[in-house]
């Protein structure tokens, strides 16, 4: 059966076999066991006929008792029409048979007496028969080998007839069998058919579909559930395509827009070499703005299609942060943020990248506390590689942004203003160093501040 084969027709197919065979067993078995009960019947006349034939033989005195005896044996069988019987002395002289005696000489040898019963056919009539030695009522007198037969014909004729009767009805049953099995399974898929049309009319702009797990029967109900954990997914992957989308023209849309308006304002009238340096200075700052977030959005882009690959070498955690500290010491002394590390660790990996990843979260703490507060960062070695946690005393994080706190462009408080805040694709960056290096970033957020926790190899 071909792959592309519908359920429906496999299902209609196996189910009209199985009962195909079913009928079939079914049928041979009643034609057995009706044969057999012929046969028995058979073999109740046969021995019932030897038995006669024995209680005469056992009569006969002497051979002047024969010719009396064997009358008695004919007029027993009187309207017996289809009984044959046969009587051979000790030297296989025939002393008596009936008209329609014909039995094969295999049956009337000495050898066969008291064998199986055999059928043959002589002809083109069918008998069952067999032959027997019965001893005689003087010692003088050798045993009699005695045959029976019986015609069969009108047993042949009947199984025949009901053989035929029954593998039509066989045939029938299978075709009506077929023909319900298909109703049964057309009506058996007919959620399959409902979840179908459903999901038909998921489209880009209607991903809120759901399937109905209660009008579906429990087979499929996982199915169901399946589906609509995907659609749930594909929902919220479209709607952070599209905030990306929006995100991202906001954010070209802010420097560029600067450029254009520097510009213009520039070519209004004639300026002096001063005033150009300074628009051409500005114009700089923009296109560096603009070259960062196009190099932050190639790296994510790699870091998605598994293109980031971190050389391997030890990096001690505790010096990448002291350098750091003494990177940002200015910009904390500025806010009176008190910076503190506590703990050492070690992992193995590209000492470039996790810098960088450091650095957003170092940058990302002191950008979101409070002047006068303080970062924590705690390095533990464990047996796996080493956990660091940063921690700030800003204020905590709403629950319902905790979930795309790692988002490009998401900057929690959905300002998109074109300020020192950065393009909003710092913690993105760092999830992706991360996971590239085969660790994992969280957050929480509490009365205590925010913590964010990076466990590593």
Not at 390 to 411: A, C, H, K, L
Request: aromatic content about 6%.
């Amino acid at each position: 059966m071909r792959r592309n084969t519908s359920i429906t027709a496999r299902l209609t197919l196996l189910f009209a076999a199985v009962s195909t065979a079913v009928l079939l067993a079914l049928g041979l078995l009643i034609g057995n066991a009706v044969e057999q009960h012929f046969v028995e019947q058979d073999m109740e006349v046969l021995s019932g006929k030897t038995q006669l034939a024995a209680n005469l033989l056992a009569q006969l005195r002497s051979p002047a008792d024969s010719d009396a005896l064997l009358r008695q044996l004919d007029d027993s069988l009187v309207g017996h029409h289809g009984l044959a019987v046969m009587v051979l002395d000790g030297d296989g002289k025939r002393v008596f048979a009936t008209p329609n005696a014909a039995f094969p000489d295999a049956l009337l040898q000495p050898a066969a007496a008291g064998g199986k019963p055999l059928s043959w056919t002589l002809g083109g009539q069918p008998w069952r028969g067999f032959a027997t030695l019965l001893p005689t009522g003087s010692r003088q007198l050798p045993p009699m080998l005695v045959a029976v037969a019986v015609d069969i014909s009108h047993h042949e004729h009947f199984m025949e007839s009901f053989r035929r009767r029954l593998w039509l009805f066989v045939a029938i049953a299978a075709a009506l069998v077929g023909l319900l099995g298909w109703v049964v399974v057309r009506r058996g898929l007919a959620p399959l058919q409902a979840m179908r049309a459903r999901a038909a009319g998921v489209t880009a702009n209607r991903l809120d579909t759901r399937l109905s797990l209660d009008a579906v029967p429990v087979e499929l109900a996982e199915l169901a559930e399946t589906l609509n954990e995907m659609l749930a997914r594909l929902e919220d992957s479209f709607q952070r395509l599209k905030d990306f989308s929006s995100d991202l023209a906001h954010e070209l849309r802010t420097p560029i827009s600067n450029l254009m308006t520097q510009t213009q304002v520039a070519l209004t009238r004639a300026r002096s070499t001063d005033e150009y340096r300074e628009v051409l200075a500005s114009n700089a700052e923009e296109y560096e703005r603009l070259a960062r977030m196009v190099g932050d959005m190639l790296f994510l882009a790699q870091a998605d299609h598994g293109l980031v690959v971190p050389r391997r070498e030890p990096v001690d955690l505790a010096v990448q942060v002291r350098e750091l500290f003494d990177f940002f010491d200015a910009l904390a002394e500025e806010k009176g943020l008190q910076l503190a590390l506590t703990g050492s660790g070690q992992v193995s990996g590209d000492k470039l990248m996790l810098r960088r990843a450091l650095a957003n979260l170092i940058s990302n703490a002191i950008r979101h506390t409070p002047a006068g507060g303080s970062i924590r960062v705690a390095i533990e070695a464990c047996s796996e590689g080493a956990k660091l946690t940063v921690t700030n005393s800003g204020e905590p994080i709403p629950q319902e942004q905790m979930s795309r706190i790692f988002d490009r462009f998401y900057r929690g408080d959905a300002s998109h203003h074109g300020g020192g805040e950065g393009a909003g694709l710092g913690l993105a960056i760092t999830r992706s160093i991360i996971r590239a290096h085969g660790g994992d970033i969280s957050v929480r957020s509490g009365v205590e501040g925010v913590c964010f926790e990076l466990r590593m190899a």
